[in-house]
Each structure stands twice: as structure tokens, then as C-alpha cells.
């Protein structure tokens, strides 16, 4: 099983809801590496590295915050980088 990468951008109410320390959290239980970031125009931008099933139970994981609503997220593979950490971006 190899590893993949995607980048994520979710809309909805994603900021101002703890959802990077959820995502960060998230990440180190799952083994996942890669970054998140909130954007200007209100949407968090993320990329995942991991195995598929970790990256998905990390989404899942995410989705369950309690103020967290995602409305909708666009998707895109990416070639892994071989990124070991997971971290918040400023």
C-alpha cells in the first residue's frame, strides 16, 4: 500500500471553529502528515499525506467538531512529498 497526498480547500463555517487544532490533532492520530491553513476568503486550504483509509478517518474525524460545518470541499491528488509532520500554517 502506498502512500498518496491531496489538497484539500473546505467551505462552510471552517474558521473561528477550532478547525486546524482539530485537523493537527486529527493528523497525529491517524499518522498523517502535511499542513493547514485558513484562507482570506474565509475557506481552509489543507494538504494530507498518508495512507488513503488515514487520510479518510481524518476527514471523518474533522467533520464531527462540534462547530464545524463543511458545506462542500474540492479535492485534488497531489504526488506525496514525503512530508513527516503535520502542521498549522499561519
Known sequence: MEK???H???YGRVQGVGFRYRARASADSYGVSGWVRNL???TVE???EGYE????KMIQSIEQGRYVVIENLRVKETKPTGERYFR???
Open 88 to 90: 498549522i500554517l499561519d
Open 4 to 6: 498518496i497526498r491531496r
Open 40 to 42: 482570506s476568503d474565509g
Open 53 to 56: 483509509e488515514s487520510i479518510d
Open 46 to 48: 489543507m494538504e494530507a
Open 8 to 10: 484539500y480547500i473546505f
